[in-house]
């Protein structure tokens, strides 16, 4: 099962995506709740609700029609997971890391496939792409152990580590040069764990302005989705709708030679096995992106 948020006629609500339709569950059934991460926190009897809704619905939209929302627009968590690929780890001249290595986004950095990606006043030759797999989290969980951490997973998407390099590698947390604003696509929906099976066997790739810079699959992961679930659950509470970005591997702009940072214009598509793609257009930060009306009085 294929879960998004779209937008149409004004409104926004959850649907199931049903080749090129998607199925309006508000329709289907006015019950379910209207946001993918209030169906998760219901559990796995919402989820199977969802799914026979979707089977009888006679309200079905061509995709074409709406507009794809990011499928968990406010996470509790996004987290992401740095040097996750041993020819990213190489080609960034670093150690292979011994366990992984955690850092958030914050939450106000998501954004939709088709969204516009602002391209930084304060850093206008240092953004980058990074394509990457990630898992949501569909169960309340804590001290999972790895056989058991496929229970815990809802499904699976795909985000844009969109990195601002200069302000990234100003300190070791790396977390502020990941977190500006429009500078976390998800999407383009939620592909359910039973759909997409073994998620460590999937194609990845990533294109600027069709022109193709990483080319890899998630066999090639350090840490897998299920290790993963075991070392953050070691620490903290896992909640529903916590998004867990697992890496990128090589190919990032700031490795080529001679260096090939975004710039407004670009266009950046990223593509996964059995999970779809988004695809990103670069813009120049607005200069009125901010009301500073509140603190004026």
Request: a negative charge.
């Amino acid at each position: 099962m294929k879960l998004a948020m779209f937008t149409h006629a004004g409104g926004t609500r959850l649907g199931v995506v049903q080749g090129d339709m998607i199925a309006d569950l508000a329709t289907a059934d006015p019950a379910l709740p209207p946001e993918l991460k209030r169906l998760l926190e219901l559990g796995p009897a919402a989820m199977e609700r969802a799914r026979e809704a979707a089977k009888k619905a006679r309200d079905l939209l061509p995709l074409s029609n709406v507009r794809l929302e990011a499928p968990i627009d406010r996470p509790n968590k996004f987290i992401a997971v740095g040097l996750n690929y041993a020819d990213h780890v190489a080609e960034t001249g670093s150690d292979r890391p011994e366990f992984p290595t955690i850092f958030n986004k914050q939450n106000t950095c998501v954004n939709r496939t088709g969204g516009p990606v602002h391209l930084p006043r304060v850093s206008p030759d240092m953004l980058d792409y990074e394509g990457e797999m990630a898992f949501v989290i569909g169960r309340r969980c804590r001290h999972v152990p790895r056989a058991r951490a496929a229970e815990v997973i809802a499904g699976y998407c795909i985000v844009n580590d969109v990195s601002v390099r200069d302000w990234q590698l100003r300190t070791p947390t790396m977390t502020i040069g990941k977190s500006f604003d429009t500078h976390g696509p998800i999407g383009p929906w939620l592909t359910t764990a039973d759909e997409v099976g073994d998620p460590h066997v999937l194609s990845l790739r990533t294109t600027v302005n069709g022109e193709q810079r990483q080319a890899s699959n998630t066999s090639h992961l350090i840490f897998n989705c299920f290790q993963l679930v075991e070392h953050l659950s070691t620490a903290f509470t896992l909640e529903p709708g916590d998004v867990i970005s697992t890496g990128t591997p090589s190919g990032v702009g700031l490795a080529m030679k001679p260096r090939c940072m975004l710039k407004a214009g670009d266009v950046v598509r990223i593509e996964i096995e059995r999970l779809g793609a988004i695809e990103n257009q670069i813009i120049d930060e607005p200069g009125d992106t901010v009301s500073l009306g509140a603190l004026n009085g």
